[in-house]
Structure formats: structure tokens, C-alpha cells
């Protein structure tokens, strides 16, 4: 039987069948031998083959290859990598400039990943009815940033239904991930596009603007006008793997353009003479965070451990 993984529990995935029904099943053991350096062999977006035994449990035998997916480093592993989700149409990153705030490393650790994966992003900035003077200017400076490297931004606020109907445009008839920090408003907004979904949403503690965990596993949620959003847990940090040194200027768009003019071939963009990126940093055609992000996933790859700061 074929189907699709539309949540996972931890040990148990739920699979919807090409005939409709939805089966809890689990993982044949010698998914974890395959070479599989993942927490989650299996994860939510796969298409896979289910088999049932004689006493009736489903296990999943197959996993169909991937059109893409979004892998982080799983938290205190340094060689494990954690799945998101798998065979997006895209990628939709809630982002607060504060209550709480997601800092610009976050960001671009996500769309770089994204980049390497070849999952198209959207930037969806949040409570845009809470934010002060300040706030709301450093908002316009991302969105035009951001805008400029070729991401398209909106602003909404889901608790007032702000900006929601050009979103629910976008997300017809294709698979979604919805990804942010704990309390960015990812549950609030899928609240308010499905509202007989009734996801928890948190609060933010006060004393550390930041969210508190409220969705615990991930889950494909069917849209009313065709396509699916994928709600995932909120992401503290977000560790990158499985990118070489050489290949991470690939996935900042801006970079890799000036890169064709540094002197050297292997040109690492840190300290070489004749850098044309270092050189555009200091001219503001390549903005100063984004050139600290690609400097911070370089950082990454020489650390034993990877740290939970960004």
C-alpha cells in the first residue's frame, strides 16, 4: 500500500492512503541501519509503501525518494541531522522582530538550508499591530533586505486576521511548511486559516521574550481549498549539516554573485586578498548580517557541538 506521512509522534506515523484511510504505523528496524545519520528515518511530507503484518501492525517498508526537504542539526547531536519535513512545495518562515525577537542569523541559517535544498521561501512577519516605532523600522529594513536578495516578505497580524487573505491565496492547492521560533504565531495562524483545528497556542515568558513550546511533533493539516500546511514544533536554534565550507556561499544568493570576481578560485570570503565579497561588505552591497550568518555557518562546521544561541 502506498500513502503519505502526514504526522509523526516520535514512534508511531500516521500515513494516509492513496484510498483515504489513515493508518498508524511504525518503522521496520533496519531503517535506522541504511546509512541514516537522521533522528527521524522517516518524516512528515514522505511518500512511502506500508505492509501490515499477521497481527495486524503497519510498518513502513519503503520510502520513496524526496523532490527536497528541510534538515537541521538535531540539538545536542553534532553528527545527526533532524528531517522538518520533506517534498515541499515551500516554505513559509514566521518571523517577530520582537515578542520574541528572531535575530537575522536565524533567518538565514533557515533560508540558506532552504537554498541547499531547493525549497522556495516566503518571509511572513507577525504581530505587526504590537510593534513600536523602532520596531516597525527595523521590520521595513529586513523586508527591504530581504526583498532585494529575491525573497518575497509579507506582514500580518493573525490575531486580527491582518493580511490573511492573501496568504490562504498562496497556499491553495500546495504542500506548505510553517516554520519560526516557539511563539512567533505559528499556531494562532493556523487557528485563524482553520479554525476548527484548535491548535494550543503559548504564551511569551516575559522575563525571556521568547516562546513556549506548544505543538510537540509535526503534522500535515488538509487546507478546505486543496494543499496541506505543515506544522511543525517551534525551532530554538537552527543548526546547519551536511554543507561543505566550499559550497556555503552557494546559498547566499548575493554572495555567490560577487564571489566571481575574487581574485583566488577557492576564495573563502574571510580573509583573502582580492576578495570581492569582503569588498562589497565594506561598500554595503552586501549587507553586514548577512555576511556575519554566512561567517556563522562557516564557524559550524569547526565546532564539536553545536550551540543553541541562534
Known amino acids: 500500500m502506498k500513502g503519505l506521512v502526514i504526522k509523526n509522534t ?23 541501519l541504511k546509512d541514516i545519520r537522521s533522528t527521524n528515518p522517516v518524516s512528515v511530507g514522505d511518500r512511502v509503501d506500508i505492509d501490515i503484518n499477521n497481527e495486524g501492525t503497519a510498518f513502513i517498508t519503503e520510502i520513496e525518494d524526496r523532490k527536497n526537504y528541510i534538515v537541521r542539526r538535531a540539538s545536542n547531536l553534532s553528527k545527526q541531522s533532524h528531517i522538518i519535513a520533506a517534498n515541499l512545495d515551500q516554505a513559509m518562515l514566521i518571523v517577530t522582530v520582537n515578542y520574541p525577537i528572531t535575530t537575522t542569523v536565524f533567518i538565514d541559517r533557515f533560508l540558506a538550508t532552504a537554498e541547499a535544498y531547493r525549497v522556495p521561501v516566503k518571509l511572513i512577519f507577525n504581530k505587526i499591530d504590537r510593534y513600536h516605532a523602532d520596531d516597525q523600522e527595523y521590520m521595513e529594513a529586513l523586508i527591504h533586505l530581504y526583498t532585494t536578495i529575491g525573497y518575497p516578505c509579507s506582514k500580518i497580524c493573525a ?15 500546495k504542500i506548505t511548511l510553517l516554520s519560526g521560533h516557539s511563539g512567533v504565531g505559528k499556531s494562532t495562524l493556523i487557528n485563524k486559516l482553520l479554525p476548527g483545528v484548535n ?17 510537540t511533533f509535526s503534522e500535515m493539516i488538509e ?3 486543496g494543499g496541506f500546511i505543515i506544522d511543525t514544533p517551534g525551532i530554538k536554534g537552527f543548526g546547519t549539516i551536511e554543507m561543505e565550507d566550499a559550497e556555503i556561499s552557494h546559498y547566499f544568493p548575493e554572495i555567490f554573485k560577487h564571489s566571481d570576481k575574487c581574485r583566488f578560485g577557492n576564495c573563502s570570503h574571510r580573509h583573502e586578498p582580492g576578495c570581492a565579497v569582503i569588498e562589497a561588505v565594506e561598500n554595503h552591497y552586501i549587507s553586514e548580517s ?6 556563522s555557518i562557516l564557524t559550524d562546521k569547526g565546532e564539536s557541538k553545536y550551540r543553541e544561541d541562534f
Open 10 to 32: 516520535g514512534s508511531w506515523y500516521s500515513v494516509r492512503t492513496d484510498d483515504g484511510r489513515t493508518i498508524e504505523s511504525k518503522i521496520k528496524g533496519n531503517f535506522r
Open 159 to 173: 490575531k486580527k486576521e491582518i493580511g490573511l487573505d492573501e496568504l490562504r491565496e498562496e497556499l491553495k492547492g
Open 199 to 215: 491548535l494550543k497556542t503559548g504564551d511569551i515568558s516575559e522575563y525571556h521574550n521568547k516562546g513556549m513550546h506548544t505543538t
Open 223 to 225: 487546507l478546505p481549498d
Open 290 to 295: 548577512r555576511y556575519r550568518s554566512y561567517l
